[in-house]
């Protein structure tokens, strides 16, 4: 039998690298797609052949519907029926106050974080259905502690938009749990990755792990573990679950 397929979005660095890595190393095959970083999308995808995994990197910006469309069109054309899509593309912008927020951020900010994973999961849903004459699957989407926390005077937009994920998660659990379908969400607390630099404090984590109980950072290979465990048959009786990966945050 052919190994199951996964589609990591925004497998080019941080939790998605490691989810691909991990993913291509327990033997699925690997569709990892990036926005614009090219280069790192591609050294995972050399990694993973390296070490007898088999991979592919697909440019595809999640926040637009024509990009989405392709990308789920070449995982058919290249390697078949999906079997996990993990809904991991997510950004932040820079740390501050909601009131210093315009409307033009908080739509980039949907956009990508909540739009980009709707976009994704009604093209895993149209083609995982028993509805549809798919054979089912399971999508892992990556919420945030934030979503809990609300992230006050840092991003509360991006804490929101994963309040929205959850509520998906949830929805969306329900409503195709019937036709082969898990729909469950990790939820990572402070994770070592690029995106806290890309929110202006690169040393956010470090600032902040003496408010984690374990007092430390996680590793981006803890989520990734959380992920696989859910898009595995292991996790075969979930289905609308949120797991919290936050050192007890
Ligand atoms: P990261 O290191 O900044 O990597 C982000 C990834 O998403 C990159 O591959 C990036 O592609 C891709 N991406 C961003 N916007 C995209 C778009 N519009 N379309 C397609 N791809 C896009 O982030 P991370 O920390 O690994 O975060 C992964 C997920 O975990 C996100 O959903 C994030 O919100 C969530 N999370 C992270 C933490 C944490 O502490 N790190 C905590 C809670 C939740 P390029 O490489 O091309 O830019």
């Known amino acids: 039998m052919a190994s199951p397929i996964m589609l990591v979005t925004g497998g080019s660095r941080g939790i998605g690298a490691a989810t691909a890595r991990m993913a291509a190393a327990r033997g699925w095959r690997v569709v990892l797609s990036y926005k614009g970083q090219a280069q790192a999308a591609d050294e995972v995808v050399q990694q993973i052949r390296a070490a007898g995994g088999t991979a592919i990197a697909i440019q595809a910006d999640v926040s637009v519907e024509a990009d989405v469309l392709r990308l789920f069109r070449t995982v058919d054309e290249q390697f078949g029926a999906l079997t996990v899509l993990v809904n991991n593309a997510g950004m932040l912008e820079q740390q501050m106050r909601l009131d210093q927020m315009d409307l033009d951020r908080w739509q980039r900010v949907f956009s990508a974080n909540v739009f980009g994973s709707f976009l994704c999961a009604k093209q895993a849903v149209l083609r995982m259905s028993a509805k549809y004459g798919g054979s089912g699957g399971s999508i892992v989407n990556l919420?945030?502690?934030?979503?809990?926390?609300?992230?006050?005077?840092?991003?509360?937009?991006?804490?929101?938009?994963?309040?929205?994920?959850?509520?998906?998660?949830?929805?969306?659990?329900?409503?195709?749990?019937?036709?082969?379908?898990?729909?469950?969400?990790?939820?990572?607390?402070?994770i070592y990755t690029d995106i806290h630099a890309s929110a202006g404090e690169p040393g956010r984590v470090d600032r902040a792990k003496a408010g984690v109980p374990m007092q430390r950072g996680g590793t981006p290979e803890e989520v990734a573990e959380a992920i696989l465990w859910l898009a595995s048959d292991q996790a075969s009786y979930l289905t609308g679950t949120l797991i919290d990966v936050t050192g007890g945050r």
């Not at 926390?149 to 998660?169: C, H, L, R, V």
Request: aromatic content about 4%.
């Open 143 to 190: 919420s945030s502690a934030a979503s809990r926390i609300g992230s006050p005077n840092e991003f509360i937009d991006y804490a929101a938009a994963k309040g929205a994920i959850d509520s998906m998660t949830v929805g969306l659990a329900k409503e195709v749990a019937a036709e082969s379908i898990r729909v469950n969400a990790v939820r990572p607390g402070l």
